[in-house]
């Protein structure tokens, strides 16, 4: 498996999990496992790279046909079990980009995943994610973002954006050095974590941790924090307008707030 490869997901995905087994069958890219977390067990779900996935456009992490499937089925089984929390652990570089990919239907895999998150949620599930990587594009969209909460490990391996800088600097016609640049005055361009959470989307940046090789300390500290934001987003609403709310949505996003207001004004 190249170097560039991330395996910060499979990490965290242990470190979490402790002695809780995985649950058999499904993709060896999609591990799952009810995890004892704040007093009770959560479905903690990652997707990891598999250097013999069978797509090969899917082998580095990215999701795809099977993962997009698979993750959809675990998160299902878990909103069967009345108010069970689901914990999405995050380091997706992509979605699996492929010929294969548009013609099997990846667009539907994603889908599912994304229904199912949202279905979980809106039933009343505590959904929250953790991002230990890379949350990019269609791939966060599907496995994350759906979630009542979402935290960040504070770190500078930690990015999440809509486009990886290669495909934004092509798309733009420009260098990953001019976007770096514009990404210094225009927040939303910019692909750290902090800058990302100055937009109001994040509930909770997690400072002082080893994202690379946790401490049996860093791990328990960020249990404690997802229990917290479990119990958050339990007395929350089930919807996402919180991402609104925030002092920095206000601050930073203050024109996408305007615009929202005034069609919802035109819809109703």
């Not at 009810?34 to 999701?63: K, W, Y």
């Not at 050095?177 to 109001?200: H, K, M, N, Q, W």
Request: net charge neutral; hydrophobic share 50%.
């Amino acid at each position: 498996m190249s170097d560039s490869v991330s395996l910060r997901g499979r990490r965290w995905f242990e470190a979490l999990a402790g002695d809780a087994p995985l649950l058999p069958g499904g993709p060896a890219s999609v591990l799952a496992a009810d995890v004892p977390l704040g007093g009770e067990a959560v479905r903690a779900i990652a997707v990891v790279p598999d250097p013999h996935n069978r797509f090969p456009r899917a082998r580095s992490g990215e999701i795809g046909l099977d993962e997009g499937w698979a993750i959809a089925a675990r998160v299902r089984e878990a909103a069967a079990v009345p108010g069970r929390p689901v914990l999405a652990i995050v380091d997706v570089p992509s979605q699996a980009y492929g010929r294969t990919e548009e013609l099997l239907g990846l667009y539907l895999a994603c889908a599912a995943a994304v229904d199912a998150y949202a279905s979980a949620r809106l039933d009343g599930h505590p959904v929250v994610a953790l991002v230990v990587g890379n949350a990019l594009s269609g791939a966060f969209l599907a496995h994350g973002y759906q979630a009542n909460r979402v935290l960040a490990l504070d770190d500078p391996g930690v990015s999440i954006h809509a486009m990886g800088k290669a495909a934004a600097a092509r798309v733009t016609r420009r260098s990953v050095a001019d976007l770096e640049r514009l990404g210094e005055t225009i927040l939303p361009l910019a692909y750290d974590v902090r800058s990302f959470a100055r937009l109001g989307l994040l509930h909770e940046l997690i400072s002082g941790v080893d994202a690379d090789a946790p401490t049996a300390a860093d791990v328990a500290r960020v249990r404690e924090r997802l229990a917290a934001a479990i119990a958050d987003a339990r007395r929350g609403p089930p919807d996402l307008a919180g991402r609104l709310a925030s002092e920095d949505a206000r601050r930073n996003r203050a024109a996408s707030i305007r615009v929202r207001e005034q069609l919802a004004r035109e819809w109703n």
